[in-house]
């Protein structure tokens, strides 16, 4: 056996002796069941937490991923056809989130979020129209991570991941808003 590995056992084995002894499991011939009972976790502290919010997120960019290739369908809210926001806000109600119906409205939600601070699950916005790039919200995303983002594209005619930085449409922001 190497060292490492038997310097490894011996410590694992030192807890486990020393658990059973701070809890008289071992002292307690009769009835070691009834020791094992008695044992209260309430208090002792949880050293890795389980990251709830990321686990959420996760959760989220999943879910929005079981749509590539749905149909874009203008005014579309389910699962049969999407609009950009549509899309959006049909994703996250699935987690108890409800966001405004157009994409431009949707930008009132959630607290503003800097284009270098981008996690997934945030929701993107775009000038996306041809036409003058006024600046004005008429498009709606949510980021992915790792320079992605997921949209109902219309001119793709499709739910669709794409590449942020080389999406065409105009960035006007972020967005982050709170999951259940």
């Known amino acids: 056996m ?3 590995y038997t310097k490894l056992l011996t410590g694992c084995m ?3 002796l020393l658990f059973f002894v701070s ?3 071992i002292a307690s011939n009769s009835r070691p069941e009834a020791a094992i009972k ?3 976790i309430r208090n002792t502290q949880i050293l890795d937490p389980i990251d709830y919010d990321g686990y959420i997120v996760r959760m989220v960019v999943d879910y929005a991923k079981e749509f590539v290739g749905v149909k874009y369908v203008y005014g579309g809210t ?3 056809g999407f609009d950009c926001s549509g899309f959006i806000g049909y994703v996250y109600k699935n987690f108890g989130v409800k966001l405004a119906r157009s994409a431009q409205n949707m930008y009132s939600n959630g607290k503003n979020v800097p284009k270098n601070a981008l996690k997934a699950g945030d929701i993107l916005f775009f000038d996306a129209s041809t036409r003058n790039r006024a600046g004005a919200v008429d498009h709606v995303g949510i980021y992915l991570g ?3 983002f997921i949209h109902a594209s ?3 005619g499709s739910v669709r991941i794409q590449k942020l930085s080389q999406y065409k449409g105009l960035y ?3 967005k982050r808003v709170i999951l259940q």
């Open 2 to 4: 190497s060292s490492s």
């Open 14 to 16: 030192l807890s486990v």
């Open 23 to 25: 809890t008289d499991v």
């Open 38 to 40: 008695s044992i209260d």
């Open 78 to 80: 389910n699962p049969q």
């Open 146 to 148: 790792g320079d992605a």
């Open 154 to 156: 219309s001119s793709k």
């Open 172 to 174: 006007i922001g972020a």
